[in-house]
């Protein structure tokens, strides 16, 4: 079994800033793509940024103010959110596309359970 454990939501005020972890855990073979979603309610979870092999995707909403890492060695990614804003309040998704040593040769979609951020004065 694989998991994916996000951590570092909370209550900021605007123009604040955060930083969400996310780790990955478990038969792990290989993690290619990793990234960041978020999810209003009644609307659908959306793309905030990606990671794979060094390069880089951001939403337009992000370009700026979010910066996403990785660490290999550790199996966790990390989303930096500077100047936050009121809009950015969602529940926040991590995703890691997964080869586990059971079934080495797919790569699978594995979702965290989300961490929640709340950016208000």
């Known amino acids: 079994q694989v998991q994916l454990v996000e951590s570092g939501g909370g209550l900021v005020q605007p123009g604040g800033s955060l930083r969400l972890s996310c780790a990955a855990s478990?038969?792990?073979?290989?993690?290619?793509?990793m990234g960041w979603y978020r999810q209003t309610p009644g609307k659908q979870r959306e793309l905030v940024a990606t990671?794979?092999?060094?390069?880089?995707n951001y939403a337009d909403s992000a370009k700026g103010r979010f910066t996403i890492s990785r660490d290999n060695a550790a199996n966790t990614v990390y989303l930096q959110m500077n100047s936050l804003k009121p809009e950015d309040t969602a529940v926040y998704y991590c995703?890691?596309?997964?080869?586990?040593?059971?079934?080495?040769?797919?790569?699978?979609?594995?979702w965290g359970q989300g961490t929640q951020v709340t950016v208000s004065s």
């Open positions: 995703r890691g596309q997964i080869r586990t040593l059971a079934t080495p040769l797919l790569k699978i979609d594995y």
């Open positions: 990671i794979n092999d060094g390069s880089t």
């Open positions: 478990g038969r792990i073979f290989t993690i290619a793509d």
